[in-house]
């Protein structure tokens, strides 16, 4: 490494600057850029640009009437999803829940035990339960076996067409535990 530069007048010496000196002929950023796209520019593909132009207007008439057609076949398939509803067992089963506590409750079978059963529930359902009971003026288990009544009811009703599952879903030896 060559020793700095001496100035004998004033003793004074010239220190190097940090890090590796400059080459002479050293690119600066934008040249090494400049040569980089030169490189570069061969393999680049060109890009043709198409413009989307709008479908005439009998395109647009064509799509109005299949708009029109389809709302038409809406309108009828919910007529005729109405009067099928009418006339199933399972859309008679009522879904507001006033309805399902205040109905009687459903007749015990003779041979029916009564079973204890400990609950745990969250705080924003216990108070739900407590709601429910004041507003209706029912036990606690009165509510809970109504809305357990409801729920079986209604699900057994839409298994109505599906032997198999109905015979699964009431199936003992399955759901004993």
Known sequence: MPSPA???VTGTTEKRGRGRPRKPDAMSNAERQAAWRARHGAR??????TKNTPPPADA???LVRECEQLRAELVQARRELKTVSRGKP??????????????????Q????????????MT?????ALERLVAHFGLSRRAVIERLIDWADDTFSRSLYDDEA???????RDRNEK
């Open 109 to 120: 079978d003779a041979d029916s035990d009564e079973r204890r059963l400990h609950l745990t």
């Open 90 to 107: 399972s859309a008679r089963v009522p879904s507001d829940v006033a309805t399902v506590l205040r109905r009687l409750p459903r007749q």
């Open 165 to 171: 599952a109905f015979s699964g879903y009431i199936d």
């Open 60 to 62: 647009h008439d064509a």
């Open 6 to 8: 001496n100035d004998k």
């Open 44 to 49: 680049t593909k060109s890009v043709t640009v």
């Open 123 to 127: 705080g924003t359902q216990f108070f």
